[in-house]
């Protein structure tokens, strides 16, 4: 049994149901190492733009341990950045024969890189970088590129979330044998079981929510801030009625909160429809519903590292639509057979690409169905395994 030493910011709603399932495999002695405990409690999101308080276990199935930090600067959602007082501490005494960190962004990460390549043991990073959006600034690019070589000499092995992540890697000289996949994926089981059950209630949905039961539906579930590009969507709605006039004969459903809403929900009543609806912040448990009851789902961001959003509602068996600036699009959406990637920011091509969603969204659900079975916590374990394999030979 190898033990792993895992390090992330802060107990995370999507990663809490792997770390159990590696938890349990008889092959890992999993130890898991937090920055924080603030996402255990309510905490004010500045995205969302109110108290969140997740309905899911967070911390149950694994072992874990909170480490001794000094907090230092203030970051979004309520985090702080801190620097870890006992990492090389824990990692003595646990005799680790791997450390696994999540990310860069936090300097209790880079401490846990350190100190792990000063005691003899390997690491491992996963992260959610790509090259879709650069810095405009060329010193901090430059500033960037210095940090991230200086970063990864240190590294015995990458995990890669998806493509667009390993042409990130690739972009920086990390050869092909140091590079394993370990698929950005939530917990499918899960979600195919709750889009059963949400499929037995989604009359009663539709009924309580005003809805027509023969009229299609397209979900926007995220934060309604600028980066996510909310207003295209509505835009785009719009060019769906006939004569700019008549409602569109499709509902539009906003999932989510944050500092855009009063503007949009003011923007969607200039219209005179009834067609479009604010449903506000859904929690975890609650989102299941809100993909059985779509037909389209679309995630029209500026910039978003990955998306898991298209990996849950996929499990419903839904059309998928998305810009090209989505990190999942090029392992998730197949364009013109599970739904379509469309250029951000324009709103034409947006609203064509939902035309042909709603057309075709039963194929196309059924395609997303079949795809997602195959990007799942079973691929994640087996490239982590073959990670570990990989820098325990090396090592020895």
Request: aromatic letters at 12%; one cysteine or more; proline letters at 4%.
């Amino acid at each position: 049994m190898l033990r792993l030493a895992y390090f992330v910011s802060h107990p995370i709603q999507y990663q809490a149901p792997l770390l159990r399932l590696i938890a349990a495999d008889p092959e890992i002695d999993l130890k898991v190492f937090f920055y924080s405990d603030f996402s255990l409690k309510a905490y004010q999101d500045e995205g969302f733009g109110r108290l969140i308080e997740w309905d899911v276990p967070l911390t149950e199935g694994y072992n874990y341990h909170f480490l001794d930090c000094w907090r230092i600067q203030k970051q979004q959602s309520g985090l702080q950045q801190s620097l870890a007082k006992d990492i090389a501490k824990q990692l003595k005494q646990g005799q680790f024969d791997a450390v696994w960190v999540h990310g860069w962004s936090w300097l209790c990460g880079i401490q846990a890189v350190l100190a792990a390549n000063n005691l003899g043991i390997p690491v491992l990073l996963r992260g959610e970088a790509n090259n879709l959006s650069k810095a405009t600034n060329p010193i901090k690019q430059t500033v960037k590129q210095v940090f991230l070589k200086w970063l990864f000499e240190k590294i015995a092995a990458f995990c890669y979330i998806g493509t667009s992540n390993y042409e990130f890697y690739k972009s920086y000289g990390i050869e092909d044998d140091r590079l394993f996949c370990m698929p950005y994926a939530v917990d499918n089981d899960y979600f195919q079981k709750c889009a059963v059950l949400a499929g037995t209630k989604r009359e009663e949905l539709r009924r309580s929510l005003n809805l027509d039961p023969h009229r299609p539906i397209i979900l926007y579930a995220a934060k309604l801030i600028d980066v996510k590009r909310p207003y295209d969507l509505l835009a785009a709605y719009r060019l769906l009625s006939s004569d700019g006039v008549q409602e569109p004969e499709p509902y539009l459903l906003f999932v989510g909160d944050g500092v855009l809403r009063p503007s949009l929900e003011a923007q969607a009543q200039e219209t005179g429809w009834k067609s479009i609806h604010f449903l506000g912040f859904q929690n975890q448990s609650q989102m299941p519903a809100m993909y059985d009851l779509c037909d389209v789902f679309v995630l029209p961001s500026g910039f978003e590292p990955w998306g898991l959003a298209i990996n849950e509602v996929m499990n419903a068996g839904k059309a998928v639509v998305v810009s090209d600036q989505v990190g999942c699009a090029l392992n998730l959406v197949k364009d013109k057979q599970n739904g379509r990637i469309y250029p951000v920011g324009d709103i034409t091509a947006l609203a064509e690409s939902i035309r042909w969603a709603i057309a075709k969204h039963d194929f196309a659900g059924d395609y997303s169905l079949e795809l997602i079975e195959k990007w799942s916590y079973q691929e994640d374990i087996q490239g982590l395994k073959q990670a570990l394999n990989f820098v325990i030979r090396g090592y020895k």
